[in-house]
């Protein structure tokens, strides 16, 4: 279930929830297990908006997170 806005608009697969924390922003997206899960971690803000909106949003077949998940998901 989406938390903010901004996880309504995310077409990835593989997104789950992004948000803002103490060291910055974060993209979390499920990890190569089901008990784990990938945090992309941001220092800067513009970074995380260009990622979030750029690959989770739109062109996530070019993320190199969801290349990697893909092929790993394949493989089984």
Avoid at 35 to 48: N, P
Wanted: include cysteine; aromatic fraction near 16%; hydrophobic fraction near 30%.
């Amino acid at each position: 279930m989406a938390t903010n806005w901004r996880d309504h608009y995310a077409k990835c697969p593989f997104y789950l929830r992004c948000c803002r924390v103490k060291e910055g922003w974060v993209i979390d997206c499920q990890g190569v297990t089901d008990a784990s899960i990938l945090r992309w971690r941001f220092r800067r803000k513009q970074d995380f908006e260009i990622q979030q909106r750029t690959f989770c949003c739109d062109k996530f077949e070019r993320c190199e997170v969801y290349r990697m998940l893909n092929e790993t998901f394949e493989e089984e």
